[in-house]
Protein backbone atom coordinates (compact mmCIF):
# COMPACT_ATOMS: atom_id res chain seq x y z
CA UNK A 1 0.00 0.00 0.00
CA UNK A 2 2.78 2.40 0.91
CA UNK A 3 4.51 1.80 -2.63
CA UNK A 4 0.98 2.89 -4.10
CA UNK A 5 0.88 6.13 -2.27
CA UNK A 6 4.17 6.82 -2.93
CA UNK A 7 3.65 6.61 -6.61
CA UNK A 8 0.90 8.84 -6.55
CA UNK A 9 3.12 11.27 -4.75
CA UNK A 10 5.65 11.22 -7.38
CA UNK A 11 3.20 11.60 -10.48
CA UNK A 12 2.10 14.50 -8.62
CA UNK A 13 5.28 15.88 -7.79
CA UNK A 14 6.27 14.89 -11.81
CA UNK A 15 2.94 17.08 -12.76
CA UNK A 16 3.51 19.95 -10.98
CA UNK A 17 7.21 20.42 -12.15
CA UNK A 18 6.07 19.87 -15.77
CA UNK A 19 3.33 22.54 -15.02
CA UNK A 20 5.61 24.74 -13.24
CA UNK A 21 8.47 24.33 -16.48
CA UNK A 22 5.66 25.00 -18.99
CA UNK A 23 5.17 28.25 -17.66
CA UNK A 24 8.18 29.42 -17.20
CA UNK A 25 8.21 29.39 -13.07
CA UNK A 26 11.91 28.08 -11.90
CA UNK A 27 11.48 25.08 -9.47
CA UNK A 28 13.40 23.21 -6.77
CA UNK A 29 15.14 20.06 -8.47
CA UNK A 30 16.52 18.06 -5.43
CA UNK A 31 16.06 18.16 -2.04
CA UNK A 32 13.49 18.68 0.38
CA UNK A 33 11.91 21.09 -1.32
CA UNK A 34 11.77 19.28 -5.19
CA UNK A 35 9.66 16.99 -3.45
CA UNK A 36 7.48 19.35 -1.08
CA UNK A 37 3.83 18.91 -2.86
CA UNK A 38 2.15 21.61 -1.56
CA UNK A 39 4.91 23.93 -2.03
CA UNK A 40 4.73 23.07 -5.64
CA UNK A 41 1.24 23.30 -5.94
CA UNK A 42 1.45 26.76 -4.38
CA UNK A 43 3.89 28.02 -6.84
CA UNK A 44 2.20 26.87 -9.53
CA UNK A 45 -0.66 29.69 -8.60
CA UNK A 46 -3.04 26.81 -7.61
CA UNK A 47 -4.36 27.81 -3.82
CA UNK A 48 -3.90 25.44 -0.91
CA UNK A 49 -7.52 26.28 0.39
CA UNK A 50 -9.12 24.91 -2.53
CA UNK A 51 -8.00 21.31 -1.41
CA UNK A 52 -10.31 19.56 1.73
CA UNK A 53 -10.24 16.67 3.67
CA UNK A 54 -7.72 13.75 2.46
CA UNK A 55 -6.63 15.73 -0.63
CA UNK A 56 -5.57 18.36 1.26
CA UNK A 57 -3.75 15.74 4.25
CA UNK A 58 -2.42 13.26 1.28
CA UNK A 59 -0.11 17.15 -0.20
CA UNK A 60 0.91 17.78 3.97
CA UNK A 61 1.86 13.93 4.53
CA UNK A 62 3.42 12.73 1.72
CA UNK A 63 6.96 12.07 1.41
CA UNK A 64 9.85 10.41 -0.20
CA UNK A 65 10.50 8.19 2.58
CA UNK A 66 7.16 6.17 1.77
CA UNK A 67 9.36 4.48 -0.82
CA UNK A 68 10.91 2.38 2.10
Known amino acids: ?5 YLV ?3 IEC ?5 LSRMGKPFPKSG ?3 H ?10 LRG ?3 KGF ?3 FLDLWNTDMRY
Request: glycine share 16%; with cysteine; charged share 30%.
Open 49 to 51: EDL
Open 9 to 11: GYV
Open 55 to 57: RRA
Open 15 to 19: RLKTL
Open 1 to 5: MCGAL
Open 36 to 45: DLLGLWQEAG
Open 32 to 34: KAG
